[in-house]
């Protein structure tokens, strides 16, 4: 499988690069890497029946839980990236989850679904409803997403944090960018894709 959001997430890692894929699944997208760009691969995933496909076809993959932290592991300048894909928004503390990508990597690459998408504000706030979205698929008493946020809430955390934002794009429910979607992205946005790095004093 090769998304239109992976296309944009490789065309920002180098060639050869020592990347950490956290929350990582069967390693799919590190598969993608090591294919496009020979990445050395880590993945970090809690989940027993994706680790073990993972290790199944070939891939470096650490049981473990994010909620723990990550600092632990590596140390310092252990990665040229730090990918969360899709996983920021379930993770306890997202915030000490990111300075921790940040002191092991040299950049980070978030993406998360965007609670600002305008059909996530219709459901909410004129049917009176949680959203459930091609995003967000589960309902509200059984969803792994406890901390959503929109493009301008992830943007100021970042700013709180002294994290520098590099590049960003943002995708429909077809993980594809447009005119629209680039003049008001907080709106019609459904998947942000954002790389990152400690600001530089």
Request: hydrophobic letters at 40%; one cysteine or more.
């Amino acid at each position: 499988m090769n998304r239109p959001d992976w296309d944009i997430v490789t065309g920002w890692i180098g060639e050869g690069a020592r990347v950490l894929d956290l929350g990582c699944g069967d390693g799919a997208l590190l598969r993608h890497l090591i294919a496009e760009r020979s990445v050395r691969g880590v993945g970090m995933e809690v989940d027993d029946e994706r680790v073990a496909r993972g290790v199944a076809a070939d891939l470096n993959i650490i049981q473990a839980d994010l909620d723990d932290g990550i600092r632990d592991w590596f140390g310092a300048h252990s990665f040229d990236y730090v990918l969360v894909s899709q996983t920021i928004q379930a993770i306890r503390h997202p915030e000490r989850l990111l300075g921790e990508m940040l002191d092991i990597a040299s950049e980070g690459i978030v993406t998360f679904p965007n609670m600002g998408y305008w059909r996530n504000r219709w459901q909410l706030g004129v049917q009176g409803m949680m959203p459930t979205t091609k995003a967000l698929p589960n309902p509200w008493y059984n969803t792994p997403n406890i901390h959503l946020c929109t493009l301008r809430d992830f943007e100021s955390l970042c700013d709180g944090l002294g994290i520098e934002i590099l590049d960003r794009a943002v995708v429909d429910q077809n993980r594809r960018s447009s005119p629209l979607l680039r003049a008001l992205p907080n709106w019609f946005g459904e998947h942000a894709i954002y790389r990152i790095r400690k600001r530089v004093v």
